[in-house]
């Protein structure tokens, strides 16, 4: 679904130029939840915002499910995230419109009939369990339902992958618990192939089933979360998952 082929990006600042991507590959099969893990810094933004676009790597190629992506002008990239949704750790909801109207949006955009948009929302808040609150606007909810709803409009125009850059990131426990709930459910459900970024090992462990460990824009460790759980080979591996040794 998503290649990623020795990919790098460089970004040009007045301070200088710095290189948040080395020649990152990987591979992201349909159907899987795909964790990308690292310490903050490490690219994880920068890598999931070329996975849609939203950043042009400098070199590689970015190939979604069979097509090459990589020269796409703006036109064709906001075609592309129709098809590749995303959810960030502050949910960007907006703030003026209530709950059902976050979720109509995407579909106004794309001149969906007023009939059809309200079912599809109506549809979507049923689906992540807020549809008592349609008439609310964002800042009357907590963090944890504001993501849901945030997830329900990323749904809306029935993309193939979703893309959660620290999803969790903002939520307490029990409302990370309910959102991860939500996006397993996503994927089994609709069949929605899910990229992960994170900072934390726990989330990875609850739902993912690959996962790319990613330091200073560089992959150094890949494979099934299982493997790379039971036998971590590298330092930041072993610290990510709390194996450190204090008395060194
Ligand atoms: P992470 O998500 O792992 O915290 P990011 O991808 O946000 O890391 O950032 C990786 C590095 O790239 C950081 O050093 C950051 O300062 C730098 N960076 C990210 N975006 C930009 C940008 N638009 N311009 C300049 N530097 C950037």
Redesign the pocket.
Known sequence: MIELEHVSKT?V?KSGT?K?LDDVSLSVADGDIYGII??????????VRCINLLEHPTSGSVIIDGTDVTGYGDKQARELRRHVGMIFQNFDLYAQRTVLQNVTFPLELQHVKRADRLARAHELLEMVGLSDKERNYPSQLSGGQQQRVAIARALANRPKVLLCDEATSALDTISTISVLKLLKRVNRELGITLVV?THAMNVVEAICNKVSV?ED?AIVEQGAVADVFSNPQREITKQLLGKVNWDE
């Open positions: 970004f600042t710095h948040a690292g310490p903050s810094g490490a690219g994880k933004s920068t890598l970024i990613i824009g």
